[in-house]
């Protein structure tokens, strides 16, 4: 990498001396205490404990003493038990994508959307955008914090911005066109969707000037990033956030493109083990639990996000002090157990998506067949490869499934598709259908 590529938005921010990182989290976490204290969940919790002031917070370590804070702990504090400050004061918020259940709430001030602009706007001059980028911003504008989120920091940043918000892809291809845009903001999956419906829709990929992409919203593999820039002939940034911690900009990565810079002036991390709940050191699969510093309006204390992942506190050639965390492996709560192996969606698709002929969309399904469950995965392939030759797609169906094999340990049904013809979906793809009874 050449030096010259690493830019910043705000360099004393992002590249302070570990100890004044850490002096720094100190100090806000008691304030964050303080403010959890005016919230009447927190109030009743922390009192619990003997956390009756920030100042009771004489070390990092203590954190320790507070529960976790749980997603159904957000659903019994909605609507307004977790709001620290007079209403008045609240200029907005963002409810969870979650389709079933109670939803949860976090409410902003404009402090608190300023300092989240801050981090999004850090995150997204580390991949080496700036001011003259053309910027497509292909998430949904709404509840869902995808779009507002990069939408502000791409003002900011001065870049020209287009909202053009998920879905209708043929008008997204000709303002990609029409505009020149460079870089664009979207789940790898849609990505993926756009490549499969150019033909149809009359474009081709030259007819862009895409640079990079900022990808983010699910959980997606190494071998789907390079697949989305082979196709577009630009660099993929993998980007995570979730609306309890804002949305976007919590991580992303930079230029070197190996890891997600977590901005820890904002979020205090730990990594635990879901199931005895004890602190993982660096390096080790865990889930992800964070604390907001910063936040004024919902403050959140070692939250549970469900999020695999591991720290990588080692160095990055781009200067940031600020550790990393590792690409997302997928939810705690999304292994699938397959006649008693588990398996994550994310080992799935990392290795379909590594087989040439493997287009851009797939399926896992699970089914019960007599006492033993059943996996089928399909896929779609490139349509030139539906040339009446039944021989060599059934060598490629069996080539899918060893590979599969080796990696998984189970041998599953591979049904292969034409391209577009799976469901596609514009916020978060849907890639699991569990049909096995409940118990
Ligand atoms: P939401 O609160 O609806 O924005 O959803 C947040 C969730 O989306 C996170 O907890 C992750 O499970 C997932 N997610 C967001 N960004 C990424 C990413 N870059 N990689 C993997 N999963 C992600
Ligand atoms: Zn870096």
Not at 135 to 148: D, E, H, P, R
Not at 232 to 255: D, T
Not at 278 to 292: A, K, N, R
Not at 389 to 411: A, F, G, H, M
Request: glycine share 6%; charged share 25%.
């Amino acid at each position: 990498m050449n030096p010259t590529d690493i830019t910043y938005w705000n360099r004393e921010a992002e590249t302070p001396p570990r100890e004044q990182l850490e002096r720094q989290q100190l100090e806000s976490l008691r304030q964050t205490v303080e403010t959890a204290l005016k919230t009447p969940f927190y109030r009743r919790r922390l009192e619990k404990c003997g956390l009756a002031d920030g100042s009771d917070i004489a070390a990092l370590e203590d954190l320790k003493r507070i529960p976790f804070t749980t997603k159904d702990d957000l659903r019994e504090a909605y609507p307004d038990q977790l709001l620290a400050v007079p209403l008045d004061e609240v200029v907005r918020l963002h409810t969870s994508s979650g389709t079933t259940g109670t939803p949860t709430v976090i409410y902003h001030t404009q402090q608190d959307i300023d300092a989240w602009t801050e981090l999004t706007c850090r995150g997204v001059v580390a991949t080496g955008a700036s001011h003259r980028d053309v910027f497509q911003n292909m998430m949904s504008y709404g509840l869902f914090t995808g779009g507002l989120g990069l939408h502000y920091a791409a003002e900011k940043i001065g870049m020209t911005v287009i909202p053009s918000a998920s879905g209708n892809t043929r008008r997204q291809m000709k303002l990609m066109k029409d505009f020149r845009t460079t870089a664009i903001h979207a789940t790898p999956s849609y990505i993926l969707h756009i490549h499969a419906k150019l033909e149809e829709e009359g474009f081709r990929p030259e007819d862009f000037h895409l640079q990079r992409a900022f990808i983010g919203a699910e959980a997606h593999s190494e071998s789907t990033r390079q697949k989305i820039e082979e196709l577009f002939n630009m660099r993929a940034f993998n980007s995570y956030g979730m609306s309890e911690m804002n949305g976007p900009g919590v991580a992303f990565e930079c230029v070197c493109q190996e890891d997600m810079h977590l901005w820890e002036d904002a979020y205090h991390m730990e990594v635990i083990d879901p199931e005895s709940r004890h602190s993982l050191p660096d390096g080790e699969i865990g889930e992800l639990v964070m604390t907001t510093l910063q936040r004024g309006a919902t403050p959140l204390l070692r939250y549970r996000t469900g999020d695999l992942t591991s720290i990588n506190g080692s160095p990055c050639a781009c200067g940031r002090t600020h550790r990393r965390i590792a690409r997302i492996k997928g939810r705690a709560d999304d292994m699938m157990i397959i006649n008693g192996v588990n398996i994550y969606p994310s080992t799935i698709e990392a290795v379909i998506m590594t087989v040439p002929e493997v287009g851009t969309n797939y399926q896992i399904c699970i089914d019960k067949d007599g006492a033993l469950d059943q996996l089928t995965v399909k896929t779609e392939i490139y349509s030139k490869l539906f040339n009446g030759d039944i021989r060599s797609l059934e060598q490629l169906k069996r080539r899918i499934q060893n590979r599969l094999k080796t990696e998984v340990v189970i041998s599953p049904v591979i049904e292969l598709h034409e391209p577009g013809s799976l469901p596609v979906y514009e916020g978060k793809a849907v890639r699991v259908f569990d049909n096995r009874p409940k118990e």
